[in-house]
């Protein structure tokens, strides 16, 4: 007897030390009953919140009082309210399916998680599937099948981008909300950032400075990599050739790529591994050009360890590695580039801690090819420390987003001043976004800037959306933008004996800026299309660009002014529930000051694409047609080192991409296409290569 009741005490005890404050359960799909993981849980009106772990299980702390209401949302699901009336363990939660065919999560347009359609802010997402159906290797093939984005390739061996119309210099590229250090002509090399271990895109048109400051004069494209997930190894490998008249209909310039993600949980802590490695071999690039071996690898580690419910660790490190060895009539060069990164992130419920080291380093030697003299050696080396604070704040129907930055960056190179650069800045930013009515909505932010070198820039946007039922929304915003003179822009001391010129840097430059505005009509009709129409204009002032000092000398200085109008019409279609369809219709009205047509300024283009997945999606075909009106084109000048604008207009063409792709057991993936059908090429602008066919073969073990 008195075994029993010290039994029944130790279990009263245990019971006791456990429950006055916690809930602990697990969620499950209704259907399947499998787990769910990273299912959002909230406590209504209280700061208190939990993810579902890798099990499904999650736990909740610090409850002061019962009986209290669970909000629970997830991806795809139905977001339901559950009411807990005292503290309980191992709760059974079932979230049942929602098909969510036209909404997705959009992080970028106001720094916290929320549905798209709930946002002011006009914003495109591409997710996984666009990106496995779209055969594209990297970012820059990625977003050249777009609709309103524009990939320019140049004879300098650089992908341009451009939303809106505007350059790639005034789009702010991040890479998992951060930017990406090491720019070439002060762009992002899209084409170093390989799509094995990205996510989704996530793409915010208009101004955008107000939360991620300078070079976000025309939007933001951040790119989400793939995160902690379910245990799974995963491997792929792939050929390319190009098939072409050039090549009398043979196979040739042969490219490979392989890589492999390995996703991992040790005890409560998730490890992910993500390797990719590609080696390219190109013959005659074009006329001035021949880019004949190019190596490119990166490597991401990161390890996640959650020490409690509310609060977790991360460690995050990238690296990339690049070798060039391009030949041409006149010279022989080779670049290397090496990129690491090492971010280590706190979170908990309301805030986030972010420090993060980065180094890049560009070799760049060229000498003649009748002889072994070396012509010039050029090295630059950028040291970047970064830390962050965000906080996020969920009110009943507000969100608040605040945070501070401070960056620190030495920059180093012989083209500069005293060899040797160094800034740095601190940032505070703050956006609030609010839901006023069923109908009415806003989001109002604005973020300061100061640097070491010039004077502070304050960036303010202010958007709303108004529906006006459940299908027709209208979204406004207004914004302030900004872009800081360059390294190279304000100190570059270079003396280019090949070509008998100079370019001296001007430390005098204000940061360019701009004014703009944006207005959108969204229809959207339950689950078969949705319609939506976009009008920007956005003024340009400080434009820097370079001018002839004296005979032989050129230098920067702020003088352009610019205007970028566009009109652009974008339609989903699901025609059933295994075929969809896209359009999109683009307008673009870019002039400077003198009213003058802007180079690369495509008044027109068309883009449309065909999406067929089988049932138990088996086999899938795609297809992406994308039609180019004349224009005339801008490009990158190999001696002066600038872009420039281009002599003859660029005649309507048409590039045709085709992928289909056949599933086996749901375990190995065969997937074949074919891009630029059309084999359209142009020698001096782009795209150098013709009709290019690919083979792929993927496996996933779960």
Known sequence: MKKILL???????AHSSILPNSITGYVRDATS?????????????????TI????GSFELNDITSFPINLEISHVGYKTINVQIIEPTLNTMIFLSKEPILFDELIVTASRFEQYQSNTPIISEIINSNDIDNSGSTDIAQLLKLKSGIFVEESIGGQSVLKILGMDSKYIQVLLDGNTINGRFNNRVSLDQIHLNNVDRIEIVKGPSSSLYGSEAMAGVVNIITKKHAAKSISVFGRHDSNFNEDSNNKLQSSDGYFGFDIRQNFKKSNYKINVNRSSLNKDMLNSQNSMNRTGKISYNFGWKYPISSIHSLEVDFTAYSQNDDRKSKLNQTGTQIERNDISLIYKNLNFEHLIRMSKYDRKYSQKRPWNNFIDSRDRTKEDLIEYELEF??????????????????NYTSNRIKLGEQ????????????AKHSSKISSSSGIRFDRYSEYEAVISPRIASMYKFNNHLKLRLSWGLGFRAPSFIERYIDWDHDQYGYMVMGNPDLKPETSNGSTVSLQYDHSKNFTLSGIYYLTSFKNLIDSYSVSTGVLSYTNFSKA????????????????????????????RDIYENLLPN????????????????????????????????????????????????KIDTYV???????????????????IDNLADYTNEKYGPFLGRKIYFKISSKIN
């Not at 039994?7 to 005890?13: A, Q, R």
């Not at 769910?36 to 909230?42: A, E, H, Q, S």
């Not at 579902?52 to 099990?55: E, F, L, S």
């Not at 704040?393 to 608040?400: A, D, G, N, Y």
């Open 7 to 13: 039994i029944l005490y130790t279990l009263i005890f």
């Open 33 to 49: 009953r499998e787990p769910l993981i990273g299912v959002n849980i909230y406590v209504a009106n209280a700061p208190i919140g």
């Open 52 to 55: 579902t772990n890798n099990d």
């Open 392 to 409: 996020n704040r969920k009110f009943s129907s507000s969100t608040l987003s605040s945070g501070i930055e401070i960056v620190y960056a």
């Open 422 to 433: 160094l800034i740095n800045n601190i940032s505070f930013f703050s956006q609030l976004d």
């Open 563 to 590: 205007n970028y109008e566009g009109f652009e019409i974008n339609g989903k279609f699901n025609l059933s529930k295994n075929l969809s369809t896209s359009i999109g219709l683009n307008w673009l009205n870019n």
């Open 601 to 648: 300024t495509i008044p027109f283009s068309v883009n449309s694409t065909i999406q067929l997945l089988s049932l138990k999606n088996l086999f899938s075909f795609f297809s992406n047609i994308k039609i180019i009106t004349p224009y005339t084109p801008q490009v990158y000048d190999l001696e002066k080192g600038v872009f420039i604008k281009g002599v003859e």
């Open 655 to 673: 590039l045709i991409n085709l992928t289909g792709s056949l599933s086996l057991k749901s375990k190995i993936k065969f997937s074949a296409g």
